[in-house]
């Protein structure tokens, strides 16, 4: 290789060198920036220093991890009875006698619907009742179960055919807004068909209307159905019974219409 050549080769080096701003006078000069000798910045001490712990903390979650665990979920479990016990003591005696007065409504609703099968009833209305006696017997054994776990009298329910009987409560809890007279409740047991049929939703209507009022009571009373339960059951007991109004409303209106026809 004779000396041109060897210019050729290193001329393009010196340039690369040059346009890096690392070669001085044709000689190289060592970037500080990738100086084995320089010392890392704060910045970079701390990364270090984080990714580290970070290792560890990882090291040690693996570790106690499946010890944890049991007393993480005990500790969830006492919280949530806690607050269980916090609920049952915010009732008031609105609420019990909301819940009292209760059972003795559906109760009753028990009796009426009871008749429907050997009183002539169409099968709407069959179904209709047989709907009403699973909603409210489910119904008076959760306000049962209310009163138990808040230590309170709780009153247990007897029906033989149209005679009711409710054990536990004062007789003030028998006579509830839109429960039927005895008179009442006798002309319903007196009837077949479609007298029948027109009967029970009048008297249904009516029934479920004090079930209504009775829970817009327990709202406007200082304090009260502020117990989760309480109020849970209450809004249901409204919002159903609203709804079943509306249904017999229409079906009363039918058989209306088809006497109409007659």
Known sequence: MN???DHRLHRPLKKNFESTGRVRDGAFTRDKRNSPGRQPGPLVAFLLLAVSLAGCSSTSAVRTGDAAEPESNAALEALYQERIEESRARFTEADVDFMTGMIAHHAQALVMSNLAPTHGASPELQT?????????NDEIATMQQWLRDRGQPVPEVHIEGTHLMIHGVGDHHMHMPGMLTPEQMQ???QAR???FDRLYLTYMIQHHSGAVDMVHKLFATD??????????LASDIQVDQTTEIDRMGLMLQALAGTDQDR
Do not use: P, T, V, Y
Not at 128 to 136: E, G, K, V
Not at 223 to 232: I, L, N, P, R, T
């Open 187 to 189: 002309e319903l047991d």
């Open 193 to 195: 068909g479609g007298a």
């Open 128 to 136: 209709l009742a047989s709907r009403i006696i699973n909603a409210q």
């Open 223 to 232: 304090g009260a159905g502020q117990d989760e339960a309480a109020f849970k």
């Open 3 to 5: 000396k041109s050549d």
